[in-house]
């Protein structure tokens, strides 16, 4: 039974960078072959894949948030974490992590999720 449990702050200043960590149990962030991804949701919109990494640490962003996003990874502590800087209020969102058989970037490729984090950005 693999379970993920995000955990981070509720509330983030404009500007500023946010921190989530996704808590794996009972799965290894390095076992072939999965993919570990970042999904949110704004209030009232659709989901939106964020990014993710590979059992072997590769990383892979989506386009439009690359330039502000990376996720790294403590095996010792089976954790990766998804950092967004520059955040603005358009960042508001519900955010998940999941996890996949590869690469997807199509949320509902996603089998597995957490329960998910509300994180709002203050302006």
């Known amino acids: 039974q693999v379970q993920l449990v995000e955990s981070g702050p509720g509330l983030v200043g404009a500007s500023q960078t946010l921190t989530v960590t996704c808590t794996v149990s009972g799965g290894s962030l390095t076992a072939y072959p999965y993919y570990w991804g970042w999904i949110r949701q704004p209030p009232g919109q659709d989901l939106e894949w964020v990014g993710g990494i590979r059992y072997d640490g590769d990383t892979d962003y989506s386009p439009p948030l690359r330039s502000r996003t990376s996720i790294s990874r403590d095996t010792s502590k089976n954790q990766f974490t998804l950092h967004l800087s520059s955040l603005t209020p358009e960042d508001t969102a519900v955010y998940h992590c999941?996890?996949?058989?590869?690469?997807?970037?199509?949320?509902?490729?996603?089998?597995?999720w957490g329960q998910g984090h509300m994180v709002t950005v203050s302006p």
């Open positions: 999941a996890r996949a058989d590869g690469l997807r970037t199509l949320p509902h490729d996603y089998p597995l």
